[in-house]
């Protein structure tokens, strides 16, 4: 069993920056595939941003994040993180972590992933 634990969430003005962490409970972290997702109010959990297990240690990202956002994954502190730069009004849901063992970076859908983070809220104000 996997637990990943979130931090790094809040409030920022448009423009500002926000670092996502994600720590994992198992030392085989770099086994796992991680993504990123969010979701606002009333609509679907979306993709943002994964990485492969470090076998492949690539890396993909939606189209509305690309440019802005980071990911990237220290094995030696079992963590991934989501850097996120210039952030939007639009940017604002709650952020999950997820990860699947041996995962590539062509997984963009929720349902392929095993394990969750609990969600940090991530608010860009205008």
């Known amino acids: 069993q996997v637990q990943l634990v979130e931090s790094g969430g809040g409030l920022v003005q448009a423009g500002g920056s926000l670092r996502r962490s994600c720590a994992a409970s198992?030392?085989?972290?770099?086994?796992?595939?991680v993504g990123w997702f969010r979701q606002a109010p009333g609509k679907d959990r979306e993709f943002v941003a994964v990485i492969s297990w470090s076998g492949g240690g690539s890396t993909y990202y939606t189209d509305l994040v690309k440019g802005r956002f980071t990911i990237s994954r220290d094995n030696a502190k079992n963590t991934v993180y989501l850097q996120m730069n210039d952030l939007k009004p639009e940017d604002t849901a709650v952020y999950y972590c997820?990860?699947?063992?041996?995962?590539?970076?062509?997984?963009?859908?929720?349902?392929?992933?095993?394990?969750w983070g609990q969600g940090t809220q991530v608010t860009v104000s205008s």
């Open positions: 997820a990860a699947d063992q041996y995962g590539s970076s062509r997984q963009t859908t929720p349902h392929v992933y095993d394990y």
């Open positions: 198992v030392r085989t972290f770099s086994n796992y595939g």
